[in-house]
């Protein structure tokens, strides 16, 4: 019966992987109750601490369509010269980056939308629209010698248009790509995406010309999928996995996206198989608790409410 | 770049799956508060509407060791005979067999633990005694034409013991197999494997001679790793994933065993793979909104959590 195994069933996986934080900005952004500048601040200390590389700490929109966020620069001034040039910020605009610029942010990523519904009520304007929008902000954010990310959201489904194809994908990704983005992340906002339908887009994304190691995965666990499309993902050797120390996150603008896969589920995977990534799971995992300790709610984490529900926290 | 890729990274799904619903059993048997007979009842009759072909409805061990399973009789005896001759029913002994060919069933299953520790503390006998007591067990279920299950459990991890070997499992897997057992569900009791281990644990069981359509996987999601380890179980080639109704769930003898997969979780993944179930989601979701809503608590199946917050329910 040996011989009925593929045994490349689990080949292919990369040998260190980069777990991107994005806690503090997709994670707290659609917090309803305005928090404390010193406690996000804090968080991005910690999740430093912990051994993250990169943590997206903040976006620069409009301080009136995400009020959660309108500290942006306090928050940044809090931090220390060393975790302050490895954060990264959302730039939406030329306005964006001139705050990200002043703040001495380093990283700054742009946010595209696979679908037009999507872009009409997150950046009320077109695909198009925000695609030309971005272009002379890379061109600036690259020329000023920072590092661009390009976040396509809505890549497996949209709650108002369905389906999204994966050719529209890679055609919105290769745009972003040919901008200047050096990095792309490829989400599924609302969470429906299954592992057939990741490896189908990851390899359309790849036809274009983006190279593995510019391609982050982001996954929501909206329908309890992240961690599997994380598993696909990372069978395809994809090395950069995108996510939210305690699982934290949603999206104002889509009110079905709900929690990003979290951090530590991720990180517990990985070292199970393995992977190295540089962070310590209980250090992120006592950052959650602490976190959602002071938001006075449990954490969607799986393994941070074991921890807790071990009591030995 | 398109040849970096491997095109066999999902191949080796099965076309057609049986998720094997424990959720009347290994979902209530941890619930502190006492159900009603008839809850339990109606819940085993929504899941076989919904489609499931096979449905754990009840354990007859010793009601003093779980009181929550007691109304076993009472449970069945509620139900249709076409449901009652697809239940399934566990029984640790003779007595406990006695009372399930009483009832009119037809599918039973033992149990045995791969740690010498949780045997001791699930059955109170040593791993040699518990399948020595299971042998003349089995023997009598076969010859009254029944068909049996073999359950192992701690394949991945004790919280007694740490480790569990590939090698271990598969000895007492073939164990359990030369008693007569016809399926064979390899429990990961606590939620500890990642897909590396669960491969690995798939080839040693599958190397003794037990053939690929009488192995199940048996998932816990403590540690958020349980569907991920399902798609690496399909990857293999499994064709029965062991879930529960809104992933209810755990052990009242590992008190670190927290919820099954979902069964609305793992479906929503094999709907996305095109993989045949013969199950209606929804109409599973829709149990275990009902069920939820009878417990007064929210349901761990995040399915079933984003049904209820869209509303649509």
């Given at each position: 019966?040996?011989?009925?195994?593929?045994?490349?069933?689990?080949a292919g996986l990369p040998r260190r992987v980069?777990?991107?934080?994005?806690?503090?900005?997709?994670?707290?952004?659609?917090?309803?109750?305005?928090?404390?500048?010193?406690?996000?601040?804090?968080?991005?200390?910690?999740?430093?601490?912990?051994?993250?590389?990169?943590?997206?700490?903040?976006?620069?929109?409009?301080?009136?369509?995400?009020?959660?966020?309108?500290?942006?620069?306090?928050?940044?001034?809090?931090?220390?010269?060393?975790?302050?040039?490895?954060?990264?910020?959302?730039?939406?605009?030329?306005?964006?980056?001139?705050?990200?610029?002043?703040?001495?942010?380093?990283?700054?990523?742009?946010?595209?939308?696979?679908?037009?519904?999507?872009?009409?009520?997150?950046?009320?304007?077109?695909?198009?629209?925000?695609?030309?929008?971005?272009?002379?902000?890379?061109?600036?954010?690259?020329?000023?010698?920072?590092?661009?990310?390009?976040?396509?959201?809505?890549?497996?489904?949209?709650?108002?248009?369905?389906?999204?194809?994966?050719?529209?994908?890679?055609?919105?990704?290769?745009?972003?790509?040919?901008?200047?983005?050096?990095?792309?992340?490829?989400?599924?906002?609302?969470?429906?995406?299954?592992?057939?339908?990741?490896?189908?887009?990851?390899?359309?994304?790849?036809?274009?010309?983006?190279?593995?190691?510019?391609?982050?995965?982001?996954?929501?666990?909206?329908?309890?999928?992240?961690?599997?499309?994380?598993?696909?993902?990372?069978?395809?050797?994809?090395?950069?996995?995108?996510?939210?120390?305690?699982?934290?996150?949603?999206?104002?603008?889509?009110?079905?996206?709900?929690?990003?896969?979290?951090?530590?589920?991720?990180?517990?995977?990985?070292?199970?198989?393995?992977?190295?990534?540089?962070?310590?799971?209980?250090?992120?995992?006592?950052?959650?608790?602490?976190?959602?300790?002071?938001?006075?709610?449990?954490?969607?984490?799986?393994?941070?409410?074991?921890?807790?529900?071990?009591?030995?926290?």
């Open positions: 019966m040996i011989s009925d195994l593929s045994p490349t069933a689990l980069t777990v991107y934080e994005v806690g503090p900005r997709d994670g707290l952004q659609n917090e309803s109750q305005i928090l404390d500048t010193e406690l996000k601040a804090e968080l991005i200390r910690r999740l430093f601490q912990a051994g993250f590389t990169r943590v997206e700490a903040t976006s620069f929109v409009n301080p009136k369509s995400v009020p959660q966020l309108a500290d942006a620069e306090s928050v940044l001034k809090r931090l220390a010269s060393s975790d302050l040039e490895r954060v990264a910020a959302l730039v939406p605009n030329q306005r964006g980056l001139d705050r990200a610029l002043s703040c001495g942010v380093r990283h700054v990523a742009v946010f595209a939308s696979a679908t037009e519904t999507f872009a009409q009520r997150n950046l009320n304007m077109s695909v198009d629209e925000s695609i030309e929008t971005f272009k002379p902000v890379v061109e600036r954010a690259l020329s000023e010698g920072l590092s661009v990310r390009g976040y396509l959201s809505m890549c497996f489904g949209d709650p108002w248009e369905g389906a999204v194809s994966a050719e529209r994908v890679a055609v919105l990704a290769h745009r972003l790509f040919q901008l200047g983005c050096g990095e792309l992340s490829i989400g599924d906002t609302i969470g429906v995406a299954t592992p057939g339908q990741v490896v189908e887009v990851i390899s359309a994304v790849l036809s274009v010309g983006v190279e593995l190691q510019q391609l982050a995965m982001h996954f929501h666990d909206t329908y309890g999928q992240a961690l599997a499309n994380a598993l696909a993902s990372l069978q395809q050797g994809v090395t950069t996995i995108d996510a939210s120390a305690g699982g934290l996150g949603g999206c104002p603008f889509a009110r079905r996206a709900t929690g990003n896969l979290a951090s530590e589920d991720l990180l517990f995977q990985l070292n199970g198989l393995g992977i190295e990534t540089g962070v310590d799971i209980r250090a992120v995992a006592d950052a959650s608790a602490w976190l959602v300790a002071e938001l006075g709610r449990p954490s969607p984490s799986r393994v941070v409410g074991a921890i807790l529900a071990r009591g030995d926290q």
